[in-house]
Structure formats: structure tokens, C-alpha cells
């Protein structure tokens, strides 16, 4: 790990936990240069970490001009963070005015565990309405004329005044992993079981946000998921880490370890928890014992911090991006292992056959 991204992780420990300026101070001189400070702005970005790294950092010295970039694009993720909240409140009245509840899943939901909400960017609203999801597409488009996108595997698609909404009747892709079913099932039941907790929005309206047992299960599979196809950011890290902070007394951790393992996630799981540990402060008496692997963890923490897959994605409508796909496919291959029990040829069958025939309407059809 480069010396920037240490200190980049520094600063985030030092912004959740409102400590670490004796270390930061207790660095050589060398470290922490105008050069070094703009490569640790450069990895906040990338990583989805830039606001919540400014409150490790606004009082720190470094050059005045990257000082004032950063403090300004700080100010454009509280902007757009403000914009999606108004949109939720929004949403949420409307959505109890026709009897709907509202259950918020990832952004803004995970935002509320952040020592400040409005520095961990949201990029949609992703929300559930209890099995409810035709409904709530209808009261969107009788209401405010919304045309409804449906060509999306396991949620729905609406615009709201510059503002994705994702209407959720599955919580995982179904179809792209036969392991993801066995999942869903335990996410609905964990639903049906659970509603989750409450929240009054300033506007008096009422939301949900998911329990323990749904948010430890969903937001494991969400980033392994992405960590396999793509990649992952410190963002998810920090969600993870945050969760376990809040809720991880609240989590079967015997039974957790038994389905991960049973579904072969269990590795990028013990993987993740080390990185929160070792490198963002998270108490290791949070988490049950686990097999410690050094070599896979440091592999997984090279991964994020640097993807070994870089190639740049040719543009759209080039005959080529089959070709990148498979190649960043292939190179990704040993992420799949540690995340997915298929095998990778029935993985890279299946997945080809999801991406050519799309979305099934009967998935949606069976929630209404």
C-alpha cells in the first residue's frame, strides 16, 4: 500500500472517530507534500471518500489552491445530498398519502449512520414499498407524469426533478446467479419477519430503514457482487465498517458465517472485516474469530485501492466492448471465486444469456 493511501486512510479514521492527529503529526515532513496531498485528494475521489476525508483533513495544512478544490466539490456532494433528501420527503408523503410505506435501502438509509450524513454521496434513491412496487410506479406517474422505465433487472426506473429513483420488487438480480434466489428468499423473509426501523423526515413523513439481519446479508452480497463484475470503493468499506460499528452486536454472527460460507462469500467477508479493523479502526470484539488469510486480504485491499483491471471501456456501439468485457471477465475471475458458488463457466453462460434476453416481465409480474 503506497504511502498516500495510508494516510488517506488516516484521515478517514481520523473523520469517524474524531482522532489520529498524533499520527498524522508524528509522519515525516516528506509525507504529506503539496504532490502527496493532491494523489490522497485524487484517491478520496475515486474511492467515493472525498467529503467524509475533508473532515480528516479542513484543518490540516497543505497548498491553499487543492485546499479551496476540495472544500468546494465538498460543498457540490452536500448539494446533491440536500436535493435527494427533499426528493425523499417528498416521496415519502406522497407514498403514505396512498398508503404506502417506504422502506430506504443503501444511500441515503446508510447515510444516517455517518458522523455526518450529508458527507456520504448518494447517487440515487433506492427504495421498497413492501411488495407494493406497481402501486407506487402508478401514484408516481398519475401524479407527477413520470414514464416508467422497466427494462431493469430487479427494480423499476424514475426520473424526480434530476433524481434516480430505483423502485425495488427484487432485492438481488435473480437471474444472474442461481445463488442470488436463495438469497432473495432470505431478504424477503428478513422483510416479512422485520419491517425495520422507523425515521420522521423533517416534513413529518415516515421511512424505513432495513434491520440488522436484512442490512448484514444485502449490503455483503451488494458489494461482493460489484466487487466481482467491476469494482468496489472505500465507500462501500466505510458502510461496512459503520454497520458493524451501529449494529454488529445486533447480528447472528454464527448463523451469518454459516450462509456466507454456504454460499461462498465468506472469504471476501472475513477479508472486509480485516480491512475495517486493521485499517479503520472498527473494534475486532464487534466480530466473532475468523481465519485470517494476509495474502487474500491484501489482494482484496490492493484490488480497491487499485484495480488490476484498468483497461479503459471503448465507446458505446463499438463492436470491441464484447471484447473488453470478456477480457475484464476474465481477469476478474479470481474475485468470482472468493463471491460466487457457480462455477465460472455457468456464471459466464448465464450472465451472457441475462445480458442478451434482459429483464424477465414474470419476475415483476410475481410481485404485484
Same mark, same amino acid.
Given at each position: 500500500?503506497?504511502?498516500?493511501?495510508?494516510?488517506?486512510?488516516?484521515?478517514?479514521?481520523? @473523520?469517524?472517530?474524531? $482522532?489520529? @492527529?498524533?499520527?498524522?503529526?508524528?509522519?515525516?515532513?516528506?509525507?504529506?507534500?503539496?504532490?502527496?496531498?493532491?494523489?490522497?485528494?485524487?484517491?478520496? *475521489?475515486?474511492?467515493?471518500?472525498?467529503?467524509?476525508? =475533508?473532515?480528516?483533513?479542513?484543518?490540516?495544512?497543505? $497548498?491553499?489552491?487543492?485546499?479551496?478544490?476540495? @472544500?468546494?466539490?465538498?460543498?457540490?456532494?452536500?448539494?446533491?445530498?440536500?436535493?435527494?433528501?427533499?426528493?425523499?420527503?417528498?416521496? @415519502?408523503?406522497?407514498?403514505?398519502?396512498?398508503?404506502?410505506?417506504?422502506?430506504?435501502?443503501?444511500?441515503?438509509?446508510?447515510?444516517?449512520?455517518?458522523?455526518?450524513?450529508?458527507?456520504?454521496? #448518494?447517487? $440515487?434513491?433506492?427504495?421498497?414499498?413492501?411488495?407494493?412496487?406497481?402501486?407506487?410506479?402508478?401514484?408516481?406517474?398519475?401524479?407527477?407524469?413520470?414514464?416508467?422505465?422497466?427494462?431493469?433487472? !430487479?427494480?423499476?426506473?424514475?426520473?424526480?426533478?434530476?433524481?434516480?429513483?430505483?423502485?425495488?420488487?427484487?432485492?438481488?438480480? %435473480?437471474?444472474?446467479?442461481?445463488?442470488?434466489?436463495?438469497?432473495?428468499?432470505?431478504?424477503?423473509?428478513?422483510?416479512?419477519?422485520?419491517?425495520?426501523?422507523? !425515521?420522521?423526515? *423533517?416534513?413529518?413523513?415516515?421511512?424505513?430503514?432495513? #434491520?440488522?439481519?436484512?442490512?448484514?446479508?444485502?449490503?455483503?452480497? !451488494?458489494?461482493?457482487?460489484?466487487?466481482a463484475a467491476e469494482r468496489i470503493g472505500l465507500r462501500h468499506v466505510v458502510d461496512w465498517a459503520l454497520f458493524l460499528?451501529?449494529?454488529?452486536?445486533?447480528?447472528? =454472527?454464527?448463523?451469518?458465517?454459516?450462509?456466507?460460507?454456504?454460499?461462498?462469500?465468506?472469504?471476501?467477508?472475513? #477479508?472486509?472485516?480485516? %480491512? #475495517?479493523? $486493521?485499517?479503520?479502526?472498527?473494534?475486532?470484539e464487534i466480530v466473532p474469530p475468523y481465519p485470517r488469510d494476509k495474502r487474500l486480504e491484501n489482494r482484496v485491499l490492493e484490488? %480497491?485501492?487499485?484495480?488490476?483491471?484498468?483497461?479503459?471501456?471503448?465507446?458505446?456501439?463499438?463492436?470491441?466492448?464484447?471484447? =473488453?468485457?470478456?477480457?475484464?471477465?476474465?481477469?476478474?475471475?479470481?474475485?468470482?471465486?472468493?463471491?460466487?458458488?457457480?462455477?465460472? %463457466?455457468?456464471?459466464?453462460?448465464?450472465?451472457?444469456?441475462?445480458?442478451?434476453?434482459?429483464?424477465?416481465?414474470?419476475?415483476?409480474?410475481?410481485?404485484?
Amino acid at each position: 500500500m503506497k504511502k498516500s493511501d495510508e494516510i488517506l486512510f488516516q484521515l478517514l479514521h481520523r @473523520a469517524l472517530w474524531g $482522532d489520529g @492527529a498524533e499520527r498524522l503529526q508524528e509522519m515525516p515532513e516528506q509525507v504529506g507534500n503539496d504532490e502527496e496531498w493532491k494523489e490522497i485528494y485524487r484517491q478520496a *475521489s475515486y474511492q467515493g471518500v472525498l467529503a467524509l476525508a =475533508w473532515d480528516g483533513v479542513k484543518d490540516l495544512p497543505m $497548498d491553499k489552491g487543492l485546499k479551496l478544490t476540495w @472544500a468546494l466539490n465538498v460543498e457540490k456532494i452536500e448539494g446533491r445530498y440536500e436535493r435527494q433528501r427533499m426528493v425523499l420527503e417528498e416521496l @415519502a408523503e406522497l407514498f403514505a398519502q396512498n398508503g404506502l410505506d417506504m422502506m430506504i435501502i443503501k444511500g441515503y438509509g446508510l447515510s444516517l449512520l455517518y458522523p455526518e450524513p450529508k458527507h456520504r454521496p #448518494c447517487g $440515487d434513491i433506492d427504495f421498497y414499498l413492501y411488495g407494493e412496487y406497481a402501486k407506487g410506479d402508478k401514484v408516481l406517474e398519475e401524479t407527477h407524469n413520470l414514464t416508467t422505465d422497466l427494462n431493469k433487472h !430487479h427494480h423499476t426506473v424514475n426520473y424526480y426533478k434530476g433524481v434516480m429513483l430505483e423502485n425495488h420488487y427484487d432485492f438481488l438480480n %435473480i437471474e444472474s446467479h442461481r445463488s442470488n434466489r436463495i438469497i432473495e428468499r432470505k431478504l424477503i423473509n428478513a422483510v416479512q419477519e422485520n419491517k425495520g426501523e422507523g !425515521h420522521t423526515l *423533517s416534513n413529518g413523513a415516515k421511512i424505513y430503514t432495513p #434491520c440488522p439481519e436484512f442490512n448484514a446479508l444485502f449490503l455483503l452480497r !451488494h458489494a461482493a457482487g460489484h466487487f466481482a463484475a467491476e469494482r468496489i470503493g472505500l465507500r462501500h468499506v466505510v458502510d461496512w465498517a459503520l454497520f458493524l460499528h451501529h449494529y454488529g452486536s445486533q447480528v447472528d =454472527w454464527k448463523g451469518f458465517y454459516h450462509f456466507a460460507k454456504e454460499m461462498n462469500m465468506d472469504k471476501f467477508l472475513f #477479508c472486509i472485516n480485516a %480491512i #475495517c479493523i $486493521d485499517h479503520l479502526g472498527i473494534s475486532p470484539e464487534i466480530v466473532p474469530p475468523y481465519p485470517r488469510d494476509k495474502r487474500l486480504e491484501n489482494r482484496v485491499l490492493e484490488e %480497491i485501492l487499485s484495480p488490476e483491471f484498468q483497461v479503459p471501456m471503448p465507446k458505446k456501439g463499438n463492436p470491441l466492448i464484447y471484447v =473488453w468485457k470478456l477480457r475484464r471477465w476474465s481477469r476478474n475471475s479470481w474475485k468470482n471465486k472468493i463471491v460466487y458458488r457457480e462455477n465460472l %463457466i455457468n456464471q459466464f453462460l448465464v450472465l451472457w444469456m441475462c445480458h442478451i434476453f434482459g429483464p424477465k416481465v414474470e419476475n415483476r409480474e410475481k410481485k404485484v
